[in-house]
């Protein structure tokens, strides 16, 4: 399952987000999306769960709950059209 996870704090650090995100299962990615002219963070990115229950349990954990100084978002991705 993958998932949107946006108000990231722009300093955030992919590693430091797949740690968080790991305590509810397999990442088997994960994508912070940056700028392409300054390659600073745009604040949100994507992450694919091999399992959707930790999927689902990643955003009943931490949807809304502050992680590096912001409340996140998580919800299930759109998929692209």
């Given at each position: 399952?993958?998932?949107?996870?946006?108000n990231?704090?722009?300093r955030?650090?992919?590693?430091?987000l797949?740690?968080?995100l790991?305590?509810f299962g397999?990442?088997?990615?994960?994508?912070?999306v940056?700028d392409?002219?300054t390659g600073?963070?745009?604040?949100?990115?994507f992450?694919?769960?091999?399992?959707a229950?930790?999927?689902r349990?990643?955003?009943e954990?931490l949807?809304?709950?502050?992680?590096?100084?912001?409340?996140?978002?998580?919800?299930?991705?759109?998929?692209?059209?």
């Amino acid at each position: 399952m993958n998932l949107y996870i946006g108000n990231l704090n722009y300093r955030i650090r992919e590693g430091e987000l797949q740690s968080a995100l790991e305590q509810f299962g397999e990442v088997i990615s994960l994508r912070v999306v940056k700028d392409r002219d300054t390659g600073r963070s745009k604040g949100f990115g994507f992450v694919e769960f091999a399992d959707a229950d930790a999927a689902r349990q990643a955003i009943e954990n931490l949807n809304g709950k502050e992680f590096d100084g912001r409340p996140l978002v998580l919800k299930e991705a759109s998929p692209r059209s």
